[in-house]
């Protein structure tokens, strides 16, 4: 049996440990706020530009833009976005396994795969497995759309030059702190969600031309799909570690009641075998 020396000091680790996730914990959960109001605002503003370009393209105005216009794939750029810390349960590990396993189900039918990673906790895990094309981390804390703009832009320009044929977005969307969702998502090319039939559909007046707005609004709308997936990746992050520094803490509670009974327990057997030395040398004396 451990000594009391060793069972008291363990149980002094892991009440300090306790400590450490409680804090986390509330600072996760601070930041999760803040994170759930930002993906919250974004959504509005990214559903409806997705409609304004389904409008557009349904009405034939996008046939002549390179952003619109598949081609044979020869390489594929799948972005994957992971957190820069650790400490959030399998928020990391599942995206970085699901990333592999999209690699592994398109085969050669993607072509060359080039992955690019958002985060250090997802280079970390695919530097030794796949070639990285680009790395972009310490991007997540304080994150802006001017960051997600600039991201969104070397994506684009990439495809135009034809570096790739082919643009995957893989990430963490947020649905509550208890859940978040792997999603894949196609950039590039744009392929405009099917619109709904009409009787009698509303009829618009384009100023400047059709193809004008096209070619203004399809960069915006990578760059708005980029920063609205970012935001989803980081608060479900801080719901992730919020999450998992809970269950830490509640073991850590649990584990406390156990090593606080084996103390007594020992304390007890401790003071029994004193006891008993007590009796049996008072008895030998007297004998």
């Not at 081609?71 to 992971?82: A, D, E, H, M, Y």
């Not at 609004?217 to 570690?241: D, M, N, T, W, Y």
Request: contains cysteine.
């Amino acid at each position: 049996m451990a000594s009391l020396k060793s069972i008291k000091k363990r149980i002094v680790s892991v009440k300090n440990t306790r400590q450490i996730t409680k804090a986390m914990k509330m600072v996760s959960a601070a930041k999760l706020r803040r994170a759930q109001e930002n993906v919250v605002a974004a959504r509005p503003y990214a559903g409806k530009l997705a409609e304004v370009l389904t409008r557009l393209a349904t009405s034939q105005g996008g046939d002549g833009s390179p952003l619109m216009q598949a081609r044979p794939v020869n390489r594929t750029l799948l972005i994957v976005v992971t957190s820069d810390r650790g400490l959030c349960g399998g928020f990391n590990a599942n995206i970085c396994k699901a990333a592999e396993r999209f690699i592994r189900e398109r085969g050669t039918d993607a072509g060359e795969m080039l992955v690019t990673t958002v985060g250090r906790k997802g280079y970390e895990f695919l530097k030794n497995r796949r070639a990285i094309h680009k790395n972009y981390a310490n991007i997540l804390h304080g994150l802006n759309y001017q960051t997600a703009a600039l991201l969104a832009q070397e994506t684009v320009e990439g495809y135009l030059a034809e570096e790739y044929d082919e643009v995957y977005l893989l990430f963490n969307a947020f649905r509550s702190v208890m859940s978040q969702d792997i999603t894949l998502t196609r950039l590039l090319p744009i392929v405009p969600e099917e619109a709904e039939e009409s009787e009698n559909p509303p009829q618009y007046i384009y100023e400047p031309s059709k193809a004008a707005l096209l070619e203004e609004l399809l960069p915006k709308h990578i760059e708005v799909q980029l920063f609205k997936a970012l935001l989803e990746s980081v608060a479900a992050e801080h719901g992730a570690r919020m999450t998992a520094m809970d269950s830490a803490s509640k073991n850590a509670t649990e584990m406390i009641g156990k090593l606080t009974l084996q103390y007594n327990r020992a304390r007890q057997a401790a003071i029994t075998t004193e006891l008993m030395e007590i009796i049996s040398g008072a008895e030998s004396i007297k004998g």
